[in-house]
């Protein structure tokens, strides 16, 4: 499933900030961009794992165009994760 991932530009001194909106609570960080994306499929599939043992649903991913407008994520970098949800 693709999960759209916010990221929050980083710098020199500060690290790459990843949100997952379709995720409550879930969110992530890395050094670099690409640390970031891989950190962030990372801390979806823990999210997930936590989820299915408490036999919760699993949430759907939503189209990044969802969030697009949305002023919490004004100025963040739009990407997606691809995280295989078939054994949670």
């Given at each position: ?26 969110f992530s960080a ?27 649903n699993i949430p ?29």
């Amino acid at each position: 499933m693709l999960y759209p991932i916010a990221v929050e530009k980083g710098s020199i001194n500060e690290a790459y900030g990843v949100i997952v909106p379709d995720i409550h609570g879930c969110f992530s960080a890395g050094d670099t961009f690409e640390e970031a994306l891989n950190n962030a499929k990372e801390a979806i599939a823990d999210h997930l794992e936590i989820l299915a043992k408490k036999k919760k649903n699993i949430p759907l991913a939503s189209e990044v165009s969802r969030f697009l407008d949305d002023e919490n994520f004004k100025g963040f970098i739009w990407a997606v994760v691809d995280v295989d949800v078939n054994h949670y």
